[in-house]
Antibody, heavy 127, light 108 residues
């Protein structure tokens, strides 16, 4: 059974960079045509997609965050990571690492499908 | 950004049927997925590809779509169905993974 465990700092200051790591167990991050991504939820609000990376490293990002975020995959450690720069209070949220199915749209075209597995969530406060 | 509209709240009596809608300009051509989020928990996929259920999800949850509106139906509602429900699509025109605003279902 695939499981995801996020780790990282819980409290940061404005303008700092958030670095979160998600450790994958029960499956190999380098196989099985999954997307690996991050979704967040500000206190009392809805879900917001941050970005998703195919296991090859081809990534998609929320246009509203694209200039501040990167997702990297480390197959040797079976981990993937999120870096989010220039933090503000608006980045305060529960951050979920997730795995998503893949929709193939012809040729090299593919994009994330449904989110199948969610990590437990990690609370990040920017203050 | 892509907008998916959901009613903020839906109330249902135990044993009755709750209907949650999700509207958007391109819902008709995109595949819709639905998630349940109970208080204090991570979301859980309950319907994918408009109408399919993952293994282990009760048949009381069903999905459908007509035109630009997708619907999640919860039949024979139980107290354990009280949760927030989110629809989600991949907007192929903007490469955006969009969530609806969420619907709080109360079983009264």
């Amino acid at each position: 059974q695939l499981q995801l465990q996020a780790s990282g700092p819980g409290l940061l200051k404005p303008s700092e960079t958030l670095s979160l790591t998600c450790t994958v167990s029960g499956d190999s991050i380098g196989t099985n045509n999954h997307f690996w991504g991050w979704i967040r939820q500000p206190p009392g609000k809805g879900l917001e997609w941050i970005g998703s990376s195919y296991y090859t490293g081809n990534a998609f990002f929320n246009p509203s965050l694209k200039s501040r975020g990167t997702i990297s995959i480390d197959s040797s450690k079976n981990q993937f990571s999120l870096n989010l720069t220039s933090l503000t209070a608006a980045d305060t949220a529960v951050y979920y690492c997730v795995t998503q199915g893949t929709t193939f749209c012809g040729g090299d075209c593919h994009h994330p499908a449904e989110t199948t597995i969610w990590g437990q969530g990690i609370v990040v406060t920017v203050s | 950004s892509y907008v998916l509209t959901q009613p903020p709240s839906v109330s249902v009596a135990p044993g009755q049927t709750a209907t949650i809608t999700c509207g958007g300009n391109s819902v008709e051509r995109e595949t819709v997925h639905w998630y349940q989020q109970r208080p204090g928990q991570a979301p859980l996929l309950v319907v994918y590809d408009d109408r399919d259920r993952p293994s282990g999800i009760t048949e009381r949850f069903s999905g459908s779509k007509s035109g630009n509106t997708a619907t999640l139906t919860v039949s024979r509602a139980e107290a354990g169905d009280e949760a927030d429900y989110y629809c989600q699509v991949w907007d192929s025109s903007s490469d955006h993974y969009a969530f609806g605003s969420g619907t709080k279902v109360s079983v009264l």
